[in-house]
């Protein structure tokens, strides 16, 4: 069993930045980590995807407003989210083989 702990979220201004942070309870090892969001009444959206060595993916909609990140003596996976826009408001996780967390909620103010 693994324990993936979100925190980083909050209240913000449209255009502002917020760092969130994914810990593990163990290592991610060679494992992809993934962030995901969700609002009320919608879909759940991939954003990022790194990979053991770095490597990352994002959907079109975060693209070169979020940089995700990893660092794997911490066991934690990052996701900086900067010119963030109201339509950033959302439950923010992060998933991990079959695991994900509960989530921390951000909410960009316009």
């Known amino acids: 069993q693994v324990q993936l702990v979100e925190s980083g979220g909050g209240l913000v201004q449209a255009g502002g930045s917020l760092r969130l942070s994914c810990e593990a309870s163990?290592?991610?090892?060679?494992?992809?980590v993934n962030w995901y969001r969700q609002a009320p009444g919608k879909e759940r959206e991939w954003l990022a995807t790194i990979y053991e060595y770095g490597r990352s993916e994002y959907a079109d909609s975060v693209k070169e407003r979020f940089i995700i990140s990893r660092d794997n003596v911490k066991n934690t996976v990052y996701l900086q989210m900067n010119s963030l826009k109201p339509e950033d408001s959302s439950l923010y996780f992060c998933?991990?083989?079959?695991?994900r967390g509960k989530g921390t909620q951000v909410t960009v103010s316009s």
């Open positions: 163990r290592s991610f090892g060679s494992a992809a």
């Open positions: 998933w991990f083989l079959r695991y």
